[in-house]
């Protein structure tokens, strides 16, 4: 068990020569379309934007940079962000699979920039399970402890009581062809668990699960870190794992860190446009309007219709100085509801969920959801919410977020 410390950590990956020939052509492209075309070199820059741009520099390709993080001993802490963002590449620089470019990782009070992976006391749980083939579950999992020499009845002990735990016991004498998915994914976290390691770290280990499944083995996941005292480390693009798993989560972009936080905070007051989207399911409601003050009040305007923000928000906004101006406003599609006096607009798609119903509606020119539930409606006021029907939409103050449109950063920031 230890706390880990990364110190303003960077991966480059130096070129190749193919990749400089590259990209050297695409920058001689580039320029000639410029001179030749405006417009269309503007537009492409224009559709590079929301796209992952990791950095290139003369050294290499950057995919990791300026990652500084503080996790606490036994803490539970999730990366999460879309792929290519750097989070596996993080992960694999403090296991020692990635050699660091630059910064200082800490293993407890250990400095292990240079140290070897089999002596940092640390487990990884990867992807695709790694398990041997050829070797029974028991052997899989005793592998690591024969190799360190650790006496046979110790092994047979941690082995005995990891399976146990991870309630695999009746499998110890299958060979992994003969396992489940799921089965598979216990016997590597059980071989890493044996090690009794001071940190634990697992690079999406239920991506290659089907939904039922990985919903149990993320209740699974949360059992286990209850069960065993260490430190974790856990890699996701799924943002549900990241949201019931960590104690604290850092979403990532681009090689950088965008948010750190627990869910709660992160979900409640996302730093800026990229969290705002990505952090919440469906996704935030992102639409042009307008901040202005109603009365000395903070307030938002959209497409005729006003509503003043919370006492908490105007606080922070008038501790920024934040003046009248156009916004980018965020509403979470749970938090829009159904109202004589809101926005008039007429449903386009109607999804049925169950127990709620996404109504997606035109606000604004921009396509925006409103999840509506259905737990308290008849049948005829669920039948009313088809296609084509109009309704009216609205939502309070304290559920609305308003960005920069320039620095896509949250004015309550």
């Known amino acids: 068990m230890a706390s880990v410390s990364l110190k303003n950590i960077k991966k480059v990956y130096p070129h190749s020569t193919d990749e400089i020939k590259v990209n050297k052509r695409k920058e001689k492209a580039l320029e000639k379309l410029k001179k030749k075309d405006p417009a269309a070199y ?6 590079q934007k929301d796209k992952a741009q990791l950095q290139v520099t003369e050294e290499g390709v950057v995919a990791v940079q ?7 001993d036994k803490e539970f802490i999730v990366l999460v962000g879309p792929s290519g963002c750097g989070k596996s590449t993080t992960l694999r620089m ?5 050699e660091i470019s630059g910064g200082e ?3 407890g009070d250990k400095l292990v920039n240079d140290i070897a992976p089999k002596d940092r006391d640390i487990a990884m749980v990867f ?3 790694a398990l041997y083939p050829h070797m029974t579950v028991y052997e899989n999992m005793a592998f690591a402890l024969k190799l360190r020499h650790v006496p046979k009845a110790e092994i047979d002990q941690k082995v005995k009581e990891a399976a146990e735990i991870l309630d695999i016991t009746q499998l110890l004498g299958r060979k992994p062809k003969a396992l489940s998915g799921g089965q598979r994914q216990r016997v590597a976290i059980g071989r890493a668990i044996v090690r009794d390691p001071k940190v634990m770290l697992m690079d999406e280990p239920l991506s290659n699960l089907d939904a039922k499944l990985r919903n149990q083995m993320r209740a699974e996941i949360i059992k286990l870190r209850e069960r065993i005292n260490t430190t974790f480390i856990y890699v996701t693009h799924d943002q549900t794992e990241a949201m019931t798993l960590g104690d604290r989560i850092v979403v990532m972009k681009d090689g950088f860190i965008q948010q750190v936080g627990t869910p709660q905070q992160v979900f409640d007051h ?3 446009l990229f969290v705002a989207g990505f952090i919440g399911y469906p996704q935030m409601n992102l639409v042009n309007a307008r901040l202005l003050k109603v009365d000395g009040k903070y307030a938002v305007e959209l497409a005729g219709y006003t509503t003043v923000l919370s006492e908490e928000k105007q606080a922070r906004l008038a501790a920024n100085n934040v003046e009248e101006q156009d916004v980018v406003l965020g509403v979470r599609p749970d938090h829009i509801v159904l109202t004589d006096d809101g926005i008039e607009t007429k449903i386009e798609v109607n999804e049925l969920m169950g127990s709620s119903v996404h109504l997606h ?4 020119g921009k396509d925006v959801i409103v999840v509506v539930s259905t737990m308290d409606m008849t ?9 084509g029907a109009t309704v009216k939409i609205g939502f309070p103050g304290n559920v609305c977020h308003v960005f920069n449109k320039e620095t896509k950063i949250n004015l309550e920031a």
Do not use: D, K, T
């Not at 300026?66 to 606490?72: A, G, T």
């Open 42 to 47: 503007e537009n492409y820059l224009e559709q």
């Open 270 to 272: 996302p730093y800026n």
């Open 379 to 387: 049948g005829a006021e669920v039948a009313a919410l088809r296609a």
């Open 66 to 72: 300026e990652f500084n993080l503080e996790i606490q």
């Open 361 to 364: 509606v035109n606000i604004a």
């Open 127 to 129: 992807q695709n399970y």
């Open 105 to 107: 990782l800490w293993v």
């Open 94 to 98: 403090v296991a020692g699979l990635e």
